[in-house]
């Protein structure tokens, strides 16, 4: 999967962007094995857009790990518009705690992924394809 010239850094950055992947399937376990009684009628809906973004995500992450820019540039497009939904558009119905600690752990982990893909090796190492 990796590129053999891939720095430590962008390597370790797409490894916790993996790990935010695994943290998100985990959550969507435990939210499936207790779930809100009002979503119960929605739960297979759920569970296909789930899987459809989930797909998407790791799609883009493959990509980003093959050196294409256009999936780091995804990658962080997409970062901008969950945090910006967090925020702007909270949930009206209380999240469990695993949810919320999910939720930070997995934005943290994101953030710094993405600020190593676009920063010093990781913007080196997808400058150098660019111009290549």
Known sequence: MFQPDIPPQVRQAIILLWITQLLVVVDAGLTL???EPDMA???AFLV???LVLLGLYATLITFAARRKNWAR????VFAV???AGYFLLPSEIPAPWWTEANIWLS?????????????GAGARWYANKVAA
């Open 33 to 35: 094995m207790f779930p």
């Open 41 to 43: 009628g929605e739960t």
């Open 48 to 50: 296909i857009v789930f």
């Open 73 to 76: 540039i995804t990658l962080l």
């Open 81 to 83: 518009i969950s945090a």
């Open 107 to 119: 934005s943290i982990l994101e953030i710094v992924a993405l600020y190593w893909l676009f920063t």
